[in-house]
């Protein structure tokens, strides 16, 4: 849009033949288009040119086109990998990544490193997937080793390519120009205020939506042009991001290292010597992607659709490559699904949650004043509303905004002898119902990897699924809502069944 800017109403002409804006305008030539997309509008200014022409200027410098999306035109540290030439077992190949990865980092569980090992695999199949979510790579403090994993994953992604800071138009033309896996370090620092960078953080999330527009000059005409955001994207910074990218993730907890444990320090050459693992993870990406793009497997419903989406590539890749992998994403899957992280959750929701508690506490009573409720609200220790309005307590104000977009108004109630502001049991319960209830009971399947290698899907039927995960999971033993599913053997998981009939079990 900066272009249309300097488009309109603009009646000078600049001085293109000076030594030193020739001089400058040779130095951006050689940059690549990330780096020239952060300096173009600070020398632009700095020369008193408008943008457009510093462009065309830096083009015709070029000895060839770098803004083309060509590999040969990619930053050196961008490779084009070749595969390997045998057959790879995809089993083994995931146990390597899992303990590479494990040795450089402190993880918060297990299941988190194998969530990441997954995830890397999977980025050498993103045009198998409809959906793809981020890894987001957090810590409760620095020097937990984030930039670490960073570098470990770049090791071993489908062309890494890590940054520190990148303005959004650079993080945009970077995807579309070299379909890398980006890995974005230091997010606490530069990324959670930047609202055009989260919107286009979130539109990458699945395929159909990847991609954004922007106004550009194409040969002295102004065009809208359409910009991929699709590619893997692994974020690591010190505690959480917004709402909206968190629930786009998958959340990897990193924790600093303590006195007795151990950690192996990054080779020098650590790109170079793991590049055998690069070129088998492609090999193996490449013999399976059609086997995987056809499953139908899904893990069940937690209460969390985004959760259940951005577990379900996951859980493809594990039923293809067998083994143990299929129980430790249940294993994952449940844990995560068990954590309520009220910090990522919605305020609203989880207001909604705490005002319908208090009216669960008397099933008789129909209204409940303004007044009480944040009486019980400023109770609850482990919640922010004593110190919501920066440090301050929450008020009645506060509780009737947030409760609006639930069609939730407060009005007249009548209490003893006097008429004071409250809300309805009514309108709170058809609102909870709506949006923060536990999931409905839905009927699921468990199939086993076997028969899914041969066919892509797989039709026999082991026994009663459950709507979540909410009791204990152990090694061998999963039981879901109360619901108690027979011990898995390995390479067992979970696929959504369509019949609504119990007496189909």
């Known amino acids: 849009m900066d272009d249309l800017n300097d488009w309109v109403g603009v009646d000078s002409v600049e001085d293109v033949t000076a030594p030193d804006a020739q001089a400058e305008v040779k130095r951006l030539a050689g940059l690549d288009a990330a780096a020239y997309e952060t300096e173009r509008k600070g ?3 700095r020369l008193g040119w408008r943008a457009s022409i510093l462009d065309a200027e830096v083009q015709k410098a070029r000895p060839r086109n770098q803004d083309a999306p060509d590999d040969d035109d990619a930053p050196e540290a961008i490779e084009t990998i070749e595969a390997w030439p045998d057959p790879v077992e995809g089993d083994s190949l995931a146990e390597e990544i899992r303990d590479r990865l494990r040795a450089h980092v402190v993880f918060a569980s297990a299941s988190d490193a194998d969530c990441a090992a997954l995830w890397l695999l999977g980025s050498y199949l993103m045009d198998t997937w409809r959906l793809w979510p981020r890894l987001l790579i957090t810590s409760p403090t620095k020097a937990c080793g984030k930039s670490t994993l960073l570098e470990v994953l770049d090791a071993m992604a489908h062309r890494g390519f890590i940054a520190s800071n990148a303005s959004p138009a650079a993080i945009f033309r970077a995807i579309e120009a070299w379909k890398p896996t980006l890995l974005l370090d230091e997010a606490d620092t530069w990324m959670k205020a930047n609202e ?20 550009v000059e194409v040969k002295g005409e102004l065009t809208p042009v359409a910009f991929s955001t699709w590619c893997p994207i692994a974020i690591a910074g010190i505690g959480g991001q917004r709402d909206t990218l968190m629930s786009r993730s998958i959340i990897i907890g990193l924790r600093r290292k303590l006195n007795d444990e151990t950690v192996e320090r990054l080779p020098f050459d650590l790109h170079r010597q ?16 059609l086997r995987i793009g056809a499953m139908e ?11 259940q989406d951005n577990f379900t590539p996951l859980t493809r890749i594990a039923a293809a490559l067998g083994g143990p992998w299929p129980d430790r994403m249940v294993t994952a899957y449940a844990a995560k699904a068990q954590v309520r992280d009220d910090d990522s959750e919605a305020t609203n929701i989880m207001l909604l949650r705490d005002v319908w508690s208090l009216f669960e506490r008397n099933t008789h009573q129909r209204t409940r004043s303004s007044s009480e409720l944040v009486e019980h609200l400023l109770g609850m220790d482990d919640r922010p509303w004593p110190e919501y309005r920066h440090g301050r307590p929450l008020t009645a104000s ?3 905004r947030l409760l609006r977009p639930f069609d939730i108004k407060s009005s007249n109630i009548r209490t003893g002898m006097s008429v004071v502001k409250g809300y309805h049991r009514d309108d709170v319960k058809a609102a909870f119902d709506r949006y923060a209830a536990p999931p409905a009971f839905q009927p699921l399947r468990r199939y086993t990897t076997e028969n899914t290698q041969e066919n892509g899907n797989s039709s026999r039927y082991t026994g009663p699924g459950c709507s979540g995960f909410e009791a204990e999971i152990t090694e061998q033993k999963q039981s879901c809502s109360g619901v108690a599913a027979e011990n898995a053997d390995a390479g067992e998981y979970w696929k959504r069944d369509d019949t609504s009939n119990p007496d189909a079990w």
Request: net charge positive.
């Open 398 to 400: 506060t509780i009737a």
């Open 297 to 307: 497997v899904e893990p069940p419903a937690c209460g969390n659709d985004r959760m």
């Open 43 to 45: 020398v632009a200014a």
């Open 196 to 215: 055009e960078l989260a919107g286009i953080l979130n539109s990458g999330h699945t395929r159909r939506t990847a991609r954004i527009i922007r106004v």
């Open 274 to 289: 793991l590049e055998r693992i690069r070129r088998q993870a492609a090999r193996w990406a490449a013999d399976n992607a």
